[in-house]
């Protein structure tokens, strides 16, 4: 497997010190928020882009991918949802990142079968532009899709290669599914994971990987044991706590956390 970490956790943090960081303590990738508070984000030109791409090819770091705030299951105008995808899509393709991020977010009193139903709609929609820049759009398992089966229900009803899952680890757990259904259910479409650990259900607040109660060592045994041989990404959310720790003095010990955790799982 290879690790990453995300810039959610280096709010406005300049690409050169991410890039130094990410270096510094072996990372591979870095997974980037793509939003107007940060370097990163759609409205950047083309030749920022090509300057943002170049940074990461000298410092040998893959993009992981971007994540953006779409919602693909909001009541609303199908068009403003599918143009704010295909965005992240281009920008994705000029960074070469494999893959972009999008929520469901239905909204509250929406039935399933509705906000289900315009989901897939949209994301089948914008795959065809994503199967054209070569992108592939990761729905994160989040919000009112919190577990496996939940984001599923909507994946199967898409029935696109370009469109597939995020899983992150915490959201699963919270919506109290066990890693191996997760890992189940998400299987057939996983682009990669996000791991990040907290002290309890109701306190979210991040923590150092291996110091809080989410069942990472669980989720890379039952990925190893089915020869997955993707990206963990570690999201440490600090642009929404600001309490927490800050992440880069805790990079070198995630890295070598998730290293155990994948020795101990071989």
């Known amino acids: 497997m290879k690790f990453a970490f995300s810039t959610l ?16 303590h072996g990372y591979h990738g870095v997974e980037l928020r793509a939003h107007p508070e940060e370097p990163v984000h759609p409205g950047l030109d083309a030749g920022e882009r090509a300057a943002v791409a170049g940074l990461f090819a000298s410092a040998g770091v893959q993009v992981l991918g971007l994540t953006g705030y779409a919602r693909v299951c909001a009541p609303g105008d199908d068009a403003a949802v599918v143009a704010e995808i295909r965005a992240l899509l281009d920008l994705a393709h000029d960074l070469g990142a494999p893959f972009v991020r ?3 977010g239905a909204a509250e009193g929406q039935s399933a079968q509705d906000a289900d139903a315009v989901a897939a709609g949209r994301l089948a929609t914008a795959a065809e532009h994503a199967a054209e820049v070569g992108v592939r759009i990761l729905l994160e ?4 899709h919190r577990t496996g ?3 599923t229900r ?13 899983w992150d680890v915490m959201h699963t757990w919270l919506g109290g599914e066990q890693p191996l259904d997760s890992y189940a259910a998400l299987a057939p479409y996983l682009g990669y994971v996000q791991v990040k650990d907290i002290a309890s259900p109701d ?4 923590l150092p990987l291996g110091s809080g109660v989410l069942p990472l060592a669980e989720c890379v045994e039952v990925l190893s044991r089915h020869g997955w041989d993707g990206w963990l990404c570690w999201e440490y959310e600090k642009r929404w706590y600001e309490a927490a720790e ?9 890295r070598e956390h998730l290293g155990r955790l994948l020795n101990e799982s071989a």
């Open 9 to 24: 956790g280096l709010p406005g943090l300049p690409l050169p010190e991410v890039l130094r960081l990410a270096v510094a």
């Open 102 to 104: 999008v929520f469901t």
């Open 141 to 144: 398992t989040h919000d009112s």
């Open 149 to 151: 089966a939940a984001a």
């Open 154 to 166: 909507v994946l199967g009803l898409v029935g696109h290669r370009q469109v597939g899952a995020l």
């Open 203 to 206: 306190d979210t607040t991040p």
């Open 246 to 254: 800050p992440l880069p003095g805790l990079l070198g010990a995630g």
